[in-house]
């Protein structure tokens, strides 16, 4: 069945495309990276080469422990592309949550079963899920999967479950103009296939049927883009074109409105109404035991930890470490990584130094300009990149002086195991 609203272009972006806005930096982020020369003199030197931008924000509490924020910026500008890969699942994980709300029927919930079928040979159907608990495919066990270990099929199970037009229009609705969140993950799909989704359904848990959803076909213009990035790169049958790789049908979404986003999820009423998610109470629950659990803390699914060790999707303060990490530290975020871009959106909360910040960073780690080759310089740029940014923030935080001390009992959770 075909979606019956009508055809609207996104909004125009927030900037007038003929005077694109200047980068911004904060002279307090150059200073404290120029103290640390062996990790971030290359980064000052060739901070347009590898896009990178950092947005750091300083959080203090009142009397009443009310948080007011102070933003701190490094290179950033929304004109400056970078694909945002895995952290687009962050948003449509919390809009997921909320449109179960907005659906009125009585029953359904974020442990719903979900079945997700087909109309065209294509599309991918969902009748069961093994790697949950009882073998039911949920929203919940979906977010789940999305923030422990990233999972693409999670993400395009809640894409076709809320369909572009509902995430585009929703994100504009609360600001984010220049969002475009036009595609699967991890699927050779055409344009207009990714307009397709497929039905979807909600049963209760003896089987009835609680809401069934038809297949549906997105009409949404998106602002014509030109995004092109390298200087060349490998096409599906491995030659080389030596020109850039177009990303202007791709997903994108700036810096700054990610690391919003989070805020808004993080503290829901400390942002402007309009931006705020329709959640309950036990929405942010689930979002914040999941965004910060680490894989090894899972039961269902259970991920082996030679695979999927603990700092598997925490670039920034922990790069690639592995191995255990401690409890006292708990990052709340959503990484991605893709064609050489690397990026992570957190907020970081230590309870037992009563230490908590935001931090959001992307770099582009493809020194040779080809796209597709598989030759990124993630360990020997980017990983290191976000290590030593997240503990330079950390660290400076530590000697921070607040008058008065953060209660942050509100981000404690209780985790499988």
């Given at each position: 069945m075909h979606n019956s609203e009508i055809n609207r272009q996104s909004p125009a972006p927030k900037t007038d495309q003929n005077s694109p806005p200047e980068d911004r930096t904060d002279e307090f982020l150059v200073r404290l990276m120029q103290k640390y020369p062996a990790y971030f003199n290359h980064i000052l030197a060739f901070r347009d080469q590898l896009k990178v931008q950092v947005i750091y924000?300083?959080?203090?509490?009142?009397?009443?422990?009310?948080?007011?924020?102070?933003?701190?910026?490094?290179?950033?500008?929304?004109?400056?592309y970078f694909y945002p890969a895995s952290t687009v699942k962050m948003p449509v994980a919390a809009l997921a949550l909320q449109r179960l709300?907005?659906?009125?029927?009585?029953?359904?919930?974020s442990g719903s079963t979900m079945i997700t079928g087909k109309e065209f040979d294509w599309q991918l159907p969902v009748y069961n899920d093994p790697t949950s608990a009882d073998g039911r495919p949920s929203v919940a066990q979906y977010v789940r999967k999305i923030f422990l270990v990233s999972d693409n099929d999670a993400f395009n199970r809640l894409y076709e479950f809320l369909g572009p037009d509902y995430i585009n229009r929703q994100l504009w609705d609360r600001g984010y103009t220049d969002a475009q969140i036009r595609h699967r993950l991890a699927q050779t799909l055409s344009a207009e296939q990714n307009r397709q989704t497929n039905p979807?359904?909600?049963?209760?848990?003896?089987?009835?049927?609680?809401?069934?959803?038809?297949?549906q076909y997105s009409t949404l213009g998106f602002t014509p883009r030109n995004d092109r990035v390298g200087n060349g790169y490998l096409d599906d049958r491995g030659s080389l074109v030596e020109s850039p790789l177009d990303f202007s049908g791709k997903n994108r979404i700036s810096l700054e409105d990610q690391h919003h986003i989070l805020r808004s999820i993080m503290f829901p009423q400390d942002v402007p109404a309009a931006?705020?998610?329709?959640?309950?109470?036990a929405d942010y629950d689930l979002l914040y035991r999941y965004m910060s659990q680490y894989p090894s803390e899972s039961a269902w699914?259970?991920?082996?930890?030679?695979?999927?060790?603990?700092?598997?999707?925490?670039?920034?303060?922990?790069?690639?470490?592995?191995?255990?990490?401690?409890?006292?530290?708990?990052?709340?975020?959503?990484?991605?990584?893709?064609?050489?871009?690397?990026?992570?959106?957190?907020?970081?909360?230590?309870?037992?130094r009563h230490i908590e910040f935001m931090l959001s960073a992307t770099i582009y780690c493809n020194s040779d300009g080809i796209?597709?080759?598989?030759?990124?310089?993630?360990d020997s740029l980017g990983y290191p990149?976000?290590?030593?940014?997240?503990?330079?923030?950390?660290?400076?935080?530590?000697?921070?002086?607040?008058?008065?001390?953060?209660?942050?009992s509100r981000f404690r959770v209780n985790y499988d195991r």
């Amino acid at each position: 069945m075909h979606n019956s609203e009508i055809n609207r272009q996104s909004p125009a972006p927030k900037t007038d495309q003929n005077s694109p806005p200047e980068d911004r930096t904060d002279e307090f982020l150059v200073r404290l990276m120029q103290k640390y020369p062996a990790y971030f003199n290359h980064i000052l030197a060739f901070r347009d080469q590898l896009k990178v931008q950092v947005i750091y924000t300083q959080i203090d509490r009142d009397a009443s422990n009310k948080p007011h924020f102070r933003d701190y910026y490094f290179h950033v500008n929304p004109d400056r592309y970078f694909y945002p890969a895995s952290t687009v699942k962050m948003p449509v994980a919390a809009l997921a949550l909320q449109r179960l709300h907005e659906l009125g029927k009585p029953g359904i919930g974020s442990g719903s079963t979900m079945i997700t079928g087909k109309e065209f040979d294509w599309q991918l159907p969902v009748y069961n899920d093994p790697t949950s608990a009882d073998g039911r495919p949920s929203v919940a066990q979906y977010v789940r999967k999305i923030f422990l270990v990233s999972d693409n099929d999670a993400f395009n199970r809640l894409y076709e479950f809320l369909g572009p037009d509902y995430i585009n229009r929703q994100l504009w609705d609360r600001g984010y103009t220049d969002a475009q969140i036009r595609h699967r993950l991890a699927q050779t799909l055409s344009a207009e296939q990714n307009r397709q989704t497929n039905p979807v359904s909600f049963l209760d848990s003896s089987g009835n049927l609680l809401y069934l959803q038809p297949g549906q076909y997105s009409t949404l213009g998106f602002t014509p883009r030109n995004d092109r990035v390298g200087n060349g790169y490998l096409d599906d049958r491995g030659s080389l074109v030596e020109s850039p790789l177009d990303f202007s049908g791709k997903n994108r979404i700036s810096l700054e409105d990610q690391h919003h986003i989070l805020r808004s999820i993080m503290f829901p009423q400390d942002v402007p109404a309009a931006q705020r998610f329709k959640l309950a109470s036990a929405d942010y629950d689930l979002l914040y035991r999941y965004m910060s659990q680490y894989p090894s803390e899972s039961a269902w699914p259970y991920y082996d930890s030679s695979d999927f060790w603990d700092a598997y999707g925490k670039f920034l303060f922990w790069g690639s470490e592995k191995g255990p990490l401690p409890k006292q530290i708990r990052i709340f975020n959503k990484v991605g990584d893709a064609y050489g871009f690397l990026t992570d959106i957190m907020y970081l909360a230590d309870f037992s130094r009563h230490i908590e910040f935001m931090l959001s960073a992307t770099i582009y780690c493809n020194s040779d300009g080809i796209l597709n080759d598989d030759r990124y310089d993630y360990d020997s740029l980017g990983y290191p990149f976000m290590k030593n940014l997240g503990r330079v923030i950390y660290d400076y935080e530590k000697g921070r002086k607040r008058k008065y001390t953060p209660d942050l009992s509100r981000f404690r959770v209780n985790y499988d195991r």
